[in-house]
């Protein structure tokens, strides 16, 4: 018996996409890429707004919280008072020594009303910029400028009367104060006050009396008639002056400055832009309350003769972020008040970095009663 022969099952043939299936993936690869792109670049979008808007607020209130808290200590006196107690005027301290220092416990410089684009080609004329003492103090970017006199530090009292043939003044102790050569100090009671510059190395008489040496003689003024009947004290004094200047690469910071670092500018934040500076003025000071009854610019307080009378600061600052396309267009936003009612003018923003305007309010609290 023959066999026969089992055929086995053809195999299909292997076949490829038609062009309607190559076209129909080739779609839908694209709508889930497409999809993806969308959601990445919305995530980074976010995160760069965030990111930059994080900076931001990190940058204006570690200002605003440096400068108010400044402002606080400035104009202290030795009582905490306004007023003198023999005359009851505000006390505007005398200068031994340095030549030239701004007595005023406030004072402020404002550029022309016209002040923008940024940056502004010079300062404002009336303000002289210090002359460090090492390093390069930055330019002048733009905005108002705060200048403070502050006492600061533990006061040591006075054990005697002034010597002014010597130019010495004698404290109880210098262990806490802690006054050097060169440091500038601040001598007051309640009715009058100087400032002066510790011109020898503070000695120890007898127990924990130490000597304070002065400039005497020639132009130099003399102390007033301080005595140790008023209870007077000696404190360390510091002259801080806060603006706006350009970094190394040309873009704007806070920089603040003072006598006790020899005029060297310090940076307090980058990306400060501008800043406007208006100033609360009591305009009836022999009265028996202490309230701003105008606010005013640096122009006008100076004008009017009124920087005894600052009883309080406002300050207004723009943040500006770091990265470019954060923001959708160019922002536009009020800023710098015009005129007697400080009526705030429209200010564009010259790119489209996302900006944040930051405002806080201080008294100087020993001109409050």
Same mark, same amino acid.
Request: charge should be neutral; include cysteine; proline fraction near 8%.
């Given at each position: 018996?023959?066999?026969?022969?089992? %055929?086995?099952?053809? $195999?299909?043939?292997?076949?490829?996409?038609?062009?309607?299936?190559?076209?129909?993936?080739?779609?839908?690869?694209?709508?889930? !890429?497409?999809?993806?792109?969308?959601?990445?670049?919305?995530?980074?979008?976010?995160? %760069?707004?965030?990111?930059?808007?994080?900076?931001?607020? +990190? *940058?204006?209130?570690?200002?605003?919280?440096?400068?108010?808290?400044?402002?606080? %200590?400035?104009?202290?006196?030795?009582?905490? &008072?306004?007023?003198?107690?023999?005359?009851?005027?505000?006390? !505007? =301290? &005398?200068?031994?020594?340095?030549?030239?220092?701004?007595?005023?416990?406030?004072?402020?410089?404002? =550029?022309?009303?016209?002040?923008?684009?940024?940056?502004?080609?010079?300062?404002?004329?009336?303000?002289?910029? /210090?002359?460090?003492?090492?390093?390069?103090?930055?330019?002048?970017?733009?905005?108002?400028?705060?200048?403070?006199?502050?006492?600061?530090?533990?006061?040591?009292?006075?054990?005697?009367?002034?010597?002014?043939? #010597?130019? #010495?003044?004698?404290?109880?102790?210098?262990?806490? =104060?802690?006054?050097?050569?060169?440091?500038?100090?601040?001598?007051?009671?309640?009715?009058?006050?100087?400032?002066?510059?510790?011109? *020898?190395?503070?000695?120890?008489?007898?127990?924990?009396?130490?000597?304070?040496?002065?400039?005497?003689?020639?132009?130099?003024?003399?102390? /007033?008639?301080?005595?140790?009947?008023?209870?007077?004290?000696?404190?360390?004094?510091?002259?801080?002056?806060?603006?706006?200047?350009?970094?190394? @690469?040309?873009?704007?910071?806070?920089?603040?400055? &003072?006598?006790?670092?020899?005029?060297?500018?310090? +940076? !307090?934040?980058?990306?400060? +832009?501008?800043?406007?500076?208006?100033?609360?003025?009591?305009?009836?000071?022999?009265?028996?309350?202490?309230? *701003?009854?105008?606010?005013?610019?640096?122009?006008?307080?100076?004008?009017?003769? #009124?920087?005894? @009378?600052?009883?309080?600061? $406002?300050?207004?600052?723009?943040? !500006?972020?770091?990265?470019?396309?954060?923001? =959708?267009?160019?922002?536009?936003? /009020?800023?710098?008040?015009?005129?007697?009612?400080?009526?705030?003018?429209?200010?564009?923003?010259?790119?489209?970095?996302?900006?944040?305007?930051?405002?806080?309010?201080?008294?100087?609290?020993? %001109?409050?009663?």
């Amino acid at each position: 018996m023959k066999l026969s022969k089992r %055929r086995l099952p053809a $195999r299909p043939a292997q076949r490829g996409l038609t062009l309607i299936e190559l076209m129909v993936s080739i779609a839908i690869g694209l709508v889930v !890429v497409g999809s993806v792109t969308y959601v990445y670049l919305g995530s980074k979008g976010a995160y %760069r707004g965030n990111e930059s808007l994080a900076r931001i607020q +990190e *940058a204006g209130r570690f200002a605003l919280d440096s400068m108010t808290r400044d402002i606080r %200590r400035a104009g202290a006196m030795g009582c905490g &008072s306004l007023a003198s107690v023999t005359s009851n005027q505000p006390v !505007v =301290p &005398s200068v031994i020594a340095p030549a030239g220092l701004v007595v005023s416990a406030i004072q402020g410089y404002t =550029p022309a009303p016209n002040y923008t684009p940024l940056p502004l080609a010079a300062p404002p004329a009336t303000w002289t910029p /210090p002359t460090p003492a090492t390093g390069n103090l930055p330019g002048y970017w733009g905005g108002d400028i705060l200048q403070l006199q502050i006492a600061s530090g533990v006061p040591a009292r006075m054990s005697t009367g002034v010597d002014t043939a #010597n130019g #010495n003044i004698t404290i109880a102790d210098n262990t806490a =104060p802690n006054f050097k050569l060169n440091d500038y100090a601040l001598v007051a009671d309640c009715s009058s006050a100087a400032i002066f510059q510790i011109t *020898a190395t503070p000695t120890v008489t007898t127990g924990t009396i130490t000597l304070l040496s002065y400039v005497t003689g020639g132009a130099v003024p003399p102390l /007033p008639p301080i005595s140790v009947n008023t209870f007077p004290t000696v404190q360390h004094f510091d002259q801080v002056t806060y603006y706006l200047g350009k970094q190394p @690469n040309g873009r704007p910071a806070l920089y603040r400055y &003072s006598l006790i670092n020899g005029g060297t500018a310090e +940076e !307090v934040v980058d990306n400060v +832009e501008d800043m406007d500076i208006v100033y609360g003025v009591d305009t009836t000071p022999t009265d028996n309350t202490v309230s *701003a009854d105008v606010f005013q610019h640096a122009d006008a307080v100076q004008a009017a003769g #009124n920087w005894p @009378n600052v009883v309080s600061v $406002r300050l207004s600052l723009i943040a !500006v972020g770091d990265q470019f396309g954060v923001a =959708p267009q160019a922002q536009t936003f /009020p800023f710098h008040g015009a005129g007697a009612a400080l009526t705030p003018t429209a200010w564009t923003a010259p790119d489209t970095r996302v900006r944040q305007v930051f405002s806080a309010s201080a008294a100087l609290r020993d %001109r409050l009663k």
